[in-house]
């Protein structure tokens, strides 16, 4: 056990977000799933659940997908939160370690959402900044997630696409493609999802794609009567996000995807059935020459 | 000088920090010149600012849930949200997120009838403490009896003291027993010992000698020392009252407890 060991790699099949209320079941019934995805910070001092998950995860591949790192901050990477990342790394031997293309730290102060970045040269040489330090001191590469937004700035001068690409680039990474999280924010955008999954295939090497996200998301209208819609991870995967998925699935091949469900948690069957239609695309899914890299356990010097 | 659109990413970063945290109505605005597209900025500012303050409640809410029912989801919510803007956390594991919570609703605005909900929320959050350590069998304190019998205490244990009675208030609230809850004492003193197990996270409530007797336990004390932390007269005896016999104090309240394994000597056939 040590820096950037792998127990077990995460297999291209559907796996299932674990959630503290489904530790009990889990332990006790072991039940059917390819993989389980945790969030770390629901372990780094909850040392009783940190102990359960160490049992589970000796019979389940695993990933841990963190949401506080905030890769996007512009004052850099808490180094006790890496630490912290990297402790359970080395106890838990993850498949896969991934975060999100966003920022939630500012002036010391922990705001716990996925708060977009503008898409500029500046945040592009932050995030390859931050992502190596944290690729660095984990000793392997990490994925970095593509956010549901919300707004826009007038700032940004390059395609998210294309952000992310040269993000992959220029610091090794790899990318966690989520799937709904391309049609909320296209449709907030009033973008046709279509497209912009079109722009996407246009700029992402395929390679680098190492997982990809599934969830369901909230509709809900703004004061002025608007659509808007809302990644809160509380519903079954919509019809459209299940088409995008399976165009998503002819562009990459099949690929490791998860299944998120964090709000109004349903019973682990509910989430193993959204699973099982998840796998059927899979197995659908023609294979591609275009596998992902497998997980480096060095980063690239960026 | 940079334009709106155009500043720094840590200004950015810094400016959009502040509004989403801020309470009064000018403070949560932008320079809509930051922002383009199909909405307004406000309204993404209002979904990042919803998303944050109802993650941050929600975390209370885990950690303090018969305070949370107490005082009622909206009520809870205000004082939640206050706090968040007050001292908002510093570091993304939320569950360490709450700590001054206790200190900031005493004396909040409306809670004039509750003398006891900052107590309340202070025994609440010792519990979300120990529920987050791993049960430590065979790691407390060892006491040797005179006898051979050993008393072998839980690990972790703590002793919580309250001018309330938040143990029996908290069991009763979640119970939904408004009768249990209206025959409690008004004030007094009151000591817990709160314990991780490997079912969870228990508690007992105690009087103040064995308070007295585990706290001596706990800091080292021999079996003699600790009997002698409750004899009359002793330096840390108090006033309260004559303190029951060292047998009865044993055998009525500390060994019954749960958090203490008694290890008789084997006999001759080596059976203990």
Redesign the interface.
Known sequence: MGRGSIAAPVPAQAGIGLRLPHHALVLAERPAAAWLEVHP??F??????L?ELELIRADYPLSLHA??L?L????GV?A??IG?LRQLAEVLEPGLVSDHLS??V????????L????Y?E??LR?LSRNVGQVQEALGRQILVENPS????????VIPEAEFLAELARRSGCGVLFDVNNVYVSAS???LEPAAVLEGWRRALDPRTVAEIHLAGHALTR?DAG?E?R?DDHGDRVCAAVWTLYERALAWLGPRPTLLEWDTRLPAFAVLQAECALAQAHLEAAPTRDTDAAPARCHARAV | MHAPSEQPLAALQAAMSAALLASDPAGQVLPAALFTGAHAGAVGLRVHRNTVLAALSHALRLSHVAVDRLVGEAFFDRMAIDYARAQPPRAPQLDEYGAGFAAFIEGFPGTGSLPYLAELARFEWQLARLARMRAAPGAGPVLQLDDGVRLRFAAPLWLHGASHPVGEMRAAILAEDAAALARLPAGGDFHYALWRSDAGVNVRPLGECSARFLAAVYAGASANEALAAIAPGSATAGGGGDPPGSAELLGREILPAGFVQVERPADGCGRP
């Open positions: 910070e629901n780094m001092s909850d040392q009783h659940s102990g949401v506080g905030s996007g901050s512009a004052h808490d006790a939160h912290r920022w939630s500012a002036g010391g102060h922990y705001l716990p959402d708060l977009p970045l503008p500029t500046e945040a932050v937004t919300y707004l826009s700035y007038a700032a940004s907030n955008q009033r703004t608007e808007l809302i």
